[in-house]
């Protein structure tokens, strides 16, 4: 029985130790919420607080499925940004009782966008920086930021339309600042991506794509190959 015990601490510690003490924090409000909202027969917060969590599971099931390895960082910010969007900002009415918290959200998702995409496109090289011009990969990782949040757009275009939702606010207003905050955002992003395509930094944005790029070797694996 001690040696059972002792090896549970054990998978637990390394299990707690694996993960990002941000989405700890956000999936053990979520699961205290969803105890709570039970008990007092708030059967729409606890199906949000449900849905909430798995969401916050979901980036690192499809990163095992695909054998990407996400960075503590990665997954902590992915897991804050779930919890922002859907369960302050739906459950709560976060978005009509903070006028900036939609802006903060819309602008974090396309900095988010823009690494992404900067990362897609350095991935299709294997890594290799010399493949093309640093300005040309940070470009197409803009371009392919910007066309999903234009594609998010049209969707809420489409949720409105077709379901009567109010996914736009205020119409034409709201989705030209949402793609405004798109293409800074991007253009953020993907600049981090260009300074470290030339060896220099921008704080902790490029420091995520580091970490990124170091955790998956083998889909860049031309950038180790040069240093070697």
């Known amino acids: 029985m001690p040696a059972l015990v002792a090896y549970l601490s054990a998978m637990i510690g390394r299990w707690f130790h694996s993960q990002s003490w941000l989405a700890q924090a956000v ?3 979520l699961i205290l919420a969803f105890v709570a909202a039970l008990f007092r027969g708030r059967w729409s917060l606890a199906f949000v ?3 909430t969590y798995a969401l916050t599971l979901l980036p690192e099931l499809a990163g095992r499925r695909f054998g990407i390895r996400l960075p503590l960082r990665f997954v902590g910010a992915i897991a804050l ?3 922002a969007t859907i369960f302050l900002g739906e459950a709560f009415d976060f978005y009509n009782r903070f006028w900036w918290w ?3 959200l819309h602008g974090g ?3 988010g966008f823009g690494l992404v995409g900067f990362l897609f496109v350095f991935m299709l ?6 493949a093309a011009p640093a300005w040309a990969v940070a470009f197409t990782g803009f ?3 910007v066309t ?3 594609l998010w757009e049209i969707f809420e275009f489409g949720m409105d339309q077709i379901f009567g939702l109010n996914m736009q606010k205020s119409g034409l207003i709201d989705t030209m600042w949402d793609l405004i905050l798109d293409t800074v955002g991007a253009s953020l992003g993907a600049f981090a991506g260009f300074l470290y395509l030339k060896g220099r930094s921008l704080g902790g944005l490029t420091e995520a794509l580091r970490e990124f790029i170091r955790d998956n070797r083998r889909l860049f694996r031309k950038a180790f190959r040069r240093k070697m």
């Open 27 to 29: 999936r053990a409000v």
């Open 49 to 51: 607080s449900f849905v």
């Open 81 to 83: 940004f779930v919890f």
């Open 102 to 104: 939609d802006i903060a």
């Open 109 to 111: 998702s396309a900095v």
């Open 125 to 130: 090289f294997e890594g290799d920086r010399y």
């Open 143 to 145: 371009c392919l930021a």
């Open 148 to 150: 999903i949040g234009a």
